[in-house]
């Protein structure tokens, strides 16, 4: 009875020992996975942030090429514009000289209709 007892004891020592042993397993596994989340979450936020400061260089640079360029062809466009604006004043005048020339008759003869117009009032109000 004694031998039987010993093996009863030896063999719930041993289960114990399995189930000890896949506990370690399962922390270890837990512990580990955590490790690595932790190390991906941080690897994702590093590259998160290189990928930004990248960016925003990126757009610095761009800002600061546009402003030189701007800078450069400032004069080249104001020298345009004079140049365009000189070589239209003579049409824009001929035009104007145009218009004034057809509208004259029709602007002559709504004076004389506002000036009839006012001496009959003239006239009645005397």
């Avoid at 600061?64 to 140049?83: C, H, L």
């Amino acid at each position: 009875m004694a031998k039987i007892g010993k093996k009863i004891e030896k063999e719930k020592l041993k289960k114990e020992k399995r189930k000890q042993a896949k506990l370690e397993k399962k922390k270890e596994k837990i512990e580990l996975k955590k490790k690595k989340d932790t190390q991906t979450a941080i690897a994702k936020e590093r590259r998160r942030n290189i990928l930004e400061g990248a960016r925003s260089a990126k757009k610095a640079f761009r800002k600061g090429q546009m402003r030189k360029y701007k800078i450069r062809n400032a004069d080249a466009i104001r020298q345009q514009m004079r140049e365009y604006n000189i070589r239209n004043a003579d049409a824009i005048r001929q035009q104007m000289c145009e218009y004034k020339i057809r509208n004259a008759d029709v602007i002559r003869q709504q004076m004389r209709e506002y000036n009839i117009r006012n001496a009959d009032v003239k006239r009645q109000q005397m």
